[in-house]
């Protein structure tokens, strides 16, 4: 999806069946290299288009630069000071800032870096600036911060930016969503560029915030195996429409709850506790299914949805107060509204078909020991040891 605007406007098994487990079980974890969890540092870029160059101010989390210096590092163990790996973060950041005017690259360069000083500066912030020859008509940005880096096999880092453009004379356009999938295309528009605009004056494009938002919740469900795996342990299990509806609706309570109490910085907790957490929900309910099935409905499984959904609504929280910080309140609200959307429609994309299938083969598949809970029971297997896989690399 591009961000494209103009200036101006996430029981026992059975011998027979232990190959096609095991076969079944070795397939999940290799798609799971194509899949990620949640290795991604959130910051903030503001743009301002000048007629002689771009100017460019990152508010990167710490997270994001002892990411790239661990992981470049290779695991060396040489002591360098803090003042040392900033400097460095900046440099990495000018090669993967990529800006473009009118399909031609600019070349940039670091200003200055401003790195937390331990009273007022929380996180470092780094200035670039690119000549610009020309005014141009189009301004291209793309970037690929930390995409190099392995979180978990076949789960790569990344780095998402709330963004803010202004072109000289113009008011700035604010709360545009910018990802490694979603590069920014500015359409300048230099006449009477020399007028300005009121003070503060800012646009808030609401339906193209809402789309951005929503996509980026959507994503970040069918892109994010552990919410994958725990949803559909919780849709295995459910016999009735109604206990779907109950189920998915108390887990989206729960995580609704600590998503909004985190962006808005009243709950705060660290993610080397988050992570393992919710690698933990996905086992304990995928057992719960196979070893428990009479608890796997009813008052029990809603107490174990809500419980853990309130993990999960941490992880979806991410960084996303430190990257609005400064951005009206109506759109940081807009915000976790559509990607809380987003998020509720990629939940429906996995259970609906699950729960379809499933109430099918209760109906035209019946035997001594139905089709179905053979995929309940097998199902759950498979997806405990696919949290086991995730808890061990959370916990790394």
């Known amino acids: ?76 163990k040489d002591a360098v000071a803090p003042e040392e790996l900033y400097r460095r973060h900046g440099l990495y950041l000018l090669q993967h800032l990529r800006f473009t005017g009118d399909n031609r690259a600019l070349v940039g360069r670091v200003v200055a870096p401003s790195v937390p000083d331990g009273r007022g500066l929380q996180h470092p912030v780094y200035d670039f600036e690119f000549a610009l020859s020309e005014k141009p008509s189009r301004v291209q940005v793309k970037e690929d911060v930390l995409n190099e880096f392995t979180y978990a096999p076949g789960n790569r880092w990344e780095a998402t930016y709330v963004t803010r453009v202004a072109q000289q004379g113009r008011p700035t356009v604010e709360a ?4 490694s999938r979603e590069p920014l295309f500015v359409n300048c528009i230099w006449s009477d560029s020399s007028a300005t605009p009121p003070p503060g004056a800012v646009i808030l494009d609401r339906s ?25 342990a919780l849709a295995l299990a459910v016999a009735t429409l109604w206990d779907l509806i109950k189920v998915i609706s108390v887990f989206t309570l729960a995580h609704s709850i600590t998503l909004t109490l985190s962006v808005l910085n009243l709950v ?68 976790i509204l559509a990607f809380s959307v987003g998020i509720e429609i990629g939940h429906q994309i996995v259970v609906l078909p699950i729960f379809g299938v499933l109430k099918a083969a209760r109906t035209w598949l019946p035997s001594p020991m139905p089709w179905s809970d053979y995929a309940v029971r ?6 405990s040891a696919a949290g086991l896989f995730y808890l061990i690399a959370a916990l790394r």
């Open 176 to 179: 545009l969503l910018f990802t």
């Open 1 to 76: 999806m591009r961000s494209t605007f103009t200036a101006n406007s996430m029981g026992q098994l059975r011998p027979t069946t232990k190959g096609a487990v095991l076969a079944a079980l070795i397939f999940f974890l290799l798609a799971l290299r194509s899949a990620q969890a949640h290795p991604v540092a959130q910051g903030r870029l503001e743009i301002e288009i000048l007629p002689d160059k771009i100017r460019a101010r990152a508010f990167v989390s710490t997270e994001e630069v002892v990411v790239q210096n661990t992981l470049a590092s290779n695991g060396e």
């Open 378 to 383: 097998y199902g759950s297997i498979v997806i």
């Open 208 to 232: 193209r915030l809402t789309k951005e938002y929503v996509w980026h919740g959507l994503m970040h469900i069918l892109t994010g195996y552990d919410h994958l795996l725990f949803i559909g």
């Open 268 to 335: 705060r907790v660290p993610g080397r506790i988050v992570e393992p957490m919710i690698a933990a929900s996905i086992i304990f309910v995928a057992l719960q299914n196979v070893l428990w099935p009479a608890r796997s409905r009813g008052a029990a499984r809603l107490g174990v949805a809500f419980f853990f959904g309130l993990f999960h609504g941490l992880g979806f929280a991410g960084g996303l107060l430190a990257a609005m910080e400064g951005m009206a309140g109506l759109t940081v609200g807009l915000a």
